[in-house]
């Protein structure tokens, strides 16, 4: 918002010394106290509260299916639940195995010397967690996994300790100083390690067949996007946008629940197979709508936290969000063509049309672009943008003094798109070229 109009007049130039050829013509404009906000654009994609994908633990059957596509679900509540004769199989197995090295303590086998009994059991401790990696990277839900992992981890560094022990108790039965009876001991309890870990891993398999949601949001069994859509119309919305929204939101693969009709192509089914790993179900918590921009490294020291911004979804022209800068990532992205760039997070505000109507909730997923305005500064002293010219590392500005043009280098603060704000170097009043700049130097004179 200008607080005193610039005033603009065209004149001719002339120099001392210099007639009869045509002058071009400039113009001039006064140094004037407004309002210049900065903005820094970005592209910026929607993101939901928190996404999570189910995967199955095992191969197997879908035994039971207990939601459907677009349903809301609990934090907690079952899903679907996988039936899988090797998951049970495997758990059985890991059960009498432990229960064996439990109860003998012995790992020797018939003509077996202690070292290759060690080695044997070094082998199968090696395929044994190997195995029990490859099962926990099924198991469903984030958190699960990592502490199956971290336990499997654990359990080999145990497994480690436990036969180094059983290595000095071997050598020293070899060397005549330790008896038989400790060496075996010792090499069953390193194999017990194992065994644990093994059942441990095989349990939360076996558990992991009864799929639960490990976020409360909106289901879409067989992937993200796979849920149906509303038939009925947005509630709330004005009906002059209610086509322009279905319209929006079917680009985006809805996540509406599914009130009418079949499913969408690709759901499951009770009786469908799955095998280890593949996804069951995304669920998306869009009680809270975010956006992840990204900032050019050339731009990115201006943003900070708090900054506001207005966002334009690709998916609804004239329709502009309110946003305000939550954090900003310190590590880069580096683009394939070898931009450098910075993720930001902003929250999502109410979305308005031109007209001040409210306006649809945006989908995960829909492509936006955010102005984000880093400075803003009331009544500062200020001049067009034209009127600054870049004189090496510095800018200057042509300033008019008694009909003589001088360069006045400045200090500028922020540059709305439009206006510049001048910090050091003019003061309101003073009248300066805005156009033309390129036509004039330092002591020319100018005529009306």
Known sequence: MTLAASCTVLVVLGTAGCSGAEAPEVALGEVTRARVVEVVEAPATVTAR???????????????????????????????????????????????????????GSVTLPGLSLDETATLADARAEEAFGNAREAAEAIPGKAARAQALAAIAAAAADYAAARA?????????????????????????????????????ARRTVAGLVVRAPISGVVSLGGAGAAGQDSGEIAGLPPALQGA???????????????????????????????????????????????????????????????????????????????RVRSVDVAPTTSVEGGVSYGVRLSLGAGRTAD???????????????????????????????AVVRDGDRDSVWVVLDSVVRRRYVRLGAQGQERVQVVR?????????????DRVSDGLRLEQ
């Open 50 to 104: 928190a996404s999570a994908t189910l995967t199955a633990a095992a191969d197997g059957r879908v035994a039971e299916l207990r939601v459907r596509d677009g349903e809301r679900v609990r934090a907690g509540q079952v899903v679907l639940r996988v039936e899988s004769a090797a998951a049970r199989q495997a758990l059985a197995e890991a059960q009498e195995a432990d229960a064996q090295a439990a109860a003998s």
């Open 165 to 201: 022990e059983a290595d000095e108790a071997v050598q020293r039965f070899n060397e005549g100083l330790g008896s038989l009876a400790q060496a075996i001991s010792s090499l069953g309890q390193a194999q017990r390690v194992q065994t644990s870990a093994a059942l441990a891993v």
């Open 245 to 323: 929204a279905e319209e929006a939101l079917g680009a985006a693969g809805g996540l509406g629940a599914a009130q009418s009709g079949e499913s969408a192509v690709g759901t499951l089914t009770e009786g469908s197979p799955v095998s280890s790993g593949q996804t069951l179900a995304t669920i998306t918590d869009v009680s809270t709508l975010s956006l992840t921009a990204e900032v050019d490294e050339t731009d990115v020291l201006l943003v900070r936290r708090g900054v506001s911004g207005r966002v334009e979804l690709d998916a609804l022209p004239g329709v502009s969000y309110g946003a």
């Open 356 to 386: 001040g109507e409210l306006a649809p909730p945006p989908r995960p997923g829909m492509s936006a672009y955010v102005d984000l305005r880093v400075r803003r500064a009331d009544r500062a002293i200020s001049v067009p943008v034209s």
């Open 425 to 437: 170097g003019l003061r309101p009043g003073q009248t300066v070229v805005v156009a033309g700049a």
